[in-house]
């Protein structure tokens, strides 16, 4: 079946690092690709999403680009915040079965962003 | 605009009892699905719905029952508590099975 694999934390960094969330998948076909982010307390919250090979998803200064010769989508940004600060889950939507089955998730990577 | 909401936010039962975690969402979203969350698992589907009057098994169904009879709504009911299902349960809708999953805040559920 599908799975996803994620660097497991936590993850501890200072406030301006370089930040790479490293996620590998292995699914049939061609899956979307999802990083969701889930801060303290709350439910999960879409950050990026690619849909297709080289397809590169951005928001709020996090990028991730599809690598299907890697099977991998990897998270980056240049300068982490103590915002930043959160569970970081990547995931995938199989392209087989219409997607009715819902999301793939991986373990989820904690990211602890000191002052 | 409420989008998912969950109720109870925390909860504690006894092993045995039964109990219903509610869901609603106001975005008239076709489709809905329930999840758990354990440490160190991620999360994990246990029942979804493309529709009212349709749902279907995720990965992890035993011990839990739905039913979608509004478009809003999508309870979760566990019908003998046990131990082993104690965790965070999140309700997620979307417009489709292909669009962005929006979820609600989550349920604490401890079973003793």
């Known amino acids: 079946g599908d799975s996803v694999t994620q660097m497991e934390g936590p993850v501890t960094l200072s406030e301006e690092a370089f930040l790479t969330i490293n996620c590998t998948y292995t699914?049939?076909?061609?899956?979307?690709l999802f990083w969701y982010v889930q801060y303290p307390g709350e439910g999960l919250q879409l950050l990026l999403k690619?849909?297709?090979?080289?397809d590169k998803g951005s928001n709020k200064g996090f990028e991730a680009t599809y690598r299907k010769e890697t099977t991998s989508f990897h998270l980056e940004k240049g300068s982490v915040q103590v915002s930043d600060s959160a569970v970081y889950f990547c995931?995938?939507?199989?392209?087989?079965?219409?997607?009715?089955?819902?999301?793939?998730f991986g373990k989820g990577t904690h990211l602890i962003i000191q002052p | 605009n409420a989008g998912v909401t969950q109720t109870p936010k925390f909860q504690v039962l006894k092993t045995g009892q039964s109990m219903t975690l509610q869901c609603a969402q106001d975005?008239?979203?076709?489709?809905m699905s329930w999840y758990r969350q354990d440490p160190g698992m991620g999360l994990r589907l246990i029942h979804y719905s493309v529709g009212a009057g349709i749902t279907d098994q995720g990965e992890v169904p035993n011990g839990y029952n739905v039913s979608r009879s509004t478009t809003e709504d999508f309870p979760l009911r566990l019908l003998s508590a046990a131990p082993s299902q104690t965790s965070v349960y999140f309700c997620a809708s979307s417009s489709g099975v292909i669009y962005e999953q929006y979820f609600g805040p989550g349920t604490r559920l401890t079973v003793t």
């Open positions: 995931a995938l939507l199989s392209a087989s079965g219409g997607g009715a089955d819902g999301l793939t």
């Open positions: 975005m008239n979203h076709e489709y």
């Open positions: 699914a049939t076909g061609y899956p979307s």
């Open positions: 690619a849909t297709k090979a080289d």
